[in-house]
């Protein structure tokens, strides 16, 4: 009688199981991965409205898609694509498909110091396509009011942490296209540390204010590099989350 019930106890909590899992809605936009409620997107295609490229911002965002920002094939991640001869904004020569951070739910545009408080953002993510004749992609970034103030960049197979130029600490000397990773960037103390799979790769002092984080496909070529119009760099996040405190 006790096996009995154990029995049908279980093929209770088997089929209960099952029913919650195939209730569970599959992803459909990338908003469905990412929580974008705290970003805007800049994409490498023309606004209609202004001479630059086109920005989505919430509440548009949480259900945009399309070539430029999509979800993979298996729907397990976020596509961002960047064609070289795609638009760029004032301050770039190169084209993007990328998250700018945000807050007040996508109102305002976020910034916060180097030296108050801590400001992390982690994603997984991995870079799967490089344009030819100039092969780099940036997947993520701190931005300070005027310039970039740190990136994860990728150099042919070199993927390294960039700061005003300079190579601050080697994630990957020979990164293989479409491997996924983990990193993550912390702003504390006035330093900021990457991280990388686990393990703390850069340590350095950088004292900025008018901070914001960035993630997607910054590329970093373009038709004067001697690449052709549909030459293109993708990345592709799994995970992306940021925390201040």
């Not at 344009?131 to 310039?147: I, N, T």
């Amino acid at each position: 009688m006790r096996k009995w019930i154990a029995a049908l106890f279980g093929l209770a909590v088997l089929t209960t199981a099952g029913i919650a899992h195939a209730d569970t809605p599959p992803a459909t936009v990338p908003g469905n991965i990412i929580d974008l409620t705290n970003w805007k997107l800049t994409l490498p295609v023309a606004a209609e409205d202004s001479d630059g490229p086109a920005e989505i911002e919430q509440p548009e965002l949480a259900t945009y898609t399309s070539p430029e920002f999509a979800l993979t094939e298996t729907a397990d991640g976020v596509r961002f694509r960047a064609t070289v001869d795609g638009a760029t904004t004032s301050g770039s020569k190169y084209p993007r498909s990328e998250l700018r951070e945000m807050t007040d739910g996508g109102a305002a545009k976020a910034a916060w110091s180097t030296t108050s408080g801590t400001h992390a953002m982690s994603l997984r993510a991995a870079i799967t396509h490089l344009p030819e004749a100039k092969p780099e992609v940036v997947v993520a970034q701190v931005h300070d009011a005027e310039d970039d103030v740190l990136m994860i960049r990728l150099e042919g197979e070199h993927l390294f942490v960039e700061h005003d130029g300079d190579n601050l600490g080697d994630l990957d000397p020979a990164y293989v296209l479409g491997t996924p990773f983990d990193a993550e960037i912390v702003a504390e103390n006035g330093r900021i540390t990457v991280s990388y799979n686990g393990a703390e790769k850069v340590d350095a002092a950088i004292k900025t204010t008018g901070n914001y984080f960035k993630a997607g496909c910054y590329t970093q070529s373009n038709t004067d590099q001697g690449d052709e119009p549909d030459a293109y760099g993708e990345t592709v996040i799994h995970r992306l989350n940021v925390t201040h405190s």
